[in-house]
């Protein structure tokens, strides 16, 4: 076996950032006095996924999404025993897609949300208090679908790992995985420093409007006279 680059450092860095995040956005969404955390937790996950979307068109070679863009010709190749590639297989693509969007939504609702009691969301203004509600129902009930698609996920890796014999973990730290020596998979190409500065910096503009901070606060009540009797 010889190992070859497949996942560079800003894909790495983004893998385990929005691990730990969702780890414990699921911790805090349960404690009434970490909601506060919870939502800025929230907006850090929204930039998270600015950049990743970004880097799925200027990044590194595997992390670009038309390099694992789950085709049926692709999935049904894998499901023969045909597919040869590095990076993600067509159905583990399938995966990656269907966590990022369910991570969009859930963070998406979230930033709409109010539930009456402790948490406004940052951007529940341009909604109004009466869907802002009915979305956070919608954000709570998402995250037990979320819960249910990482678990399928983690379930995967592990399916994987000691079925398979193929580590997906090793990779996602080292950034190198194994492949046999008569095969010769080109190594990843980093994305140039113009477009990784380019997707931190759309990044932090999409944190920034996250935070809501840019929507005027409402105008004060009318002062209601008293009459004089």
């Not at 919870?38 to 880097?55: D, E, M, Q, Y």
């Not at 956070?136 to 592990?158: D, E, K, M, P, R």
Request: net charge neutral; glycine share 8%; hydrophobic share 55%.
């Amino acid at each position: 076996m010889q190992t070859v680059k497949v996942w560079d450092l800003p894909v790495r860095l983004f893998h385990w950032l929005l691990v730990a995040s969702v780890a414990a956005l699921f911790v805090t969404g349960k404690m009434d006095d970490a909601i506060a955390l919870h939502g800025k937790i929230g907006i850090f996950v929204v930039g998270l996924l600015v950049f990743r979307v970004l880097w799925g068109f200027i990044g590194s070679t595997y992390a670009r999404f038309l390099q694992f863009f789950p085709t049926p010709a692709r999935i049904l190749a894998y499901l023969k025993g045909e597919w040869r590639g590095l990076g993600h297989n067509p159905l583990g693509a399938l995966s990656v897609f269907a966590l990022l969007f369910l991570t969009a939504l859930q963070t998406g609702l979230g930033l709409l949300a109010y539930d009456e009691i402790s948490f406004r969301g940052p951007l529940s203004a341009l909604v109004g208090d009466v869907l802002a509600v009915r979305l956070t129902g919608w954000h709570q009930t998402l995250a037990y679908v979320l819960l249910a698609f990482v678990g399928l996920h983690v379930a995967s890796i592990v399916f994987y790992k000691f079925v398979q014999k193929h580590d997906l973990l090793l990779p996602m730290l080292t950034g190198r995985a194994e492949v046999p020596e008569n095969t010769s998979p080109p190594p990843a190409q980093d994305g140039s420093l113009k477009a990784l500065l380019l997707a931190l910096a759309l990044a932090a503009l999409a944190l920034w409007a996250a935070c809501g901070t840019w929507i005027p606060e409402p105008p004060p009540p009318a002062a209601v006279e008293t009459p004089a009797w």
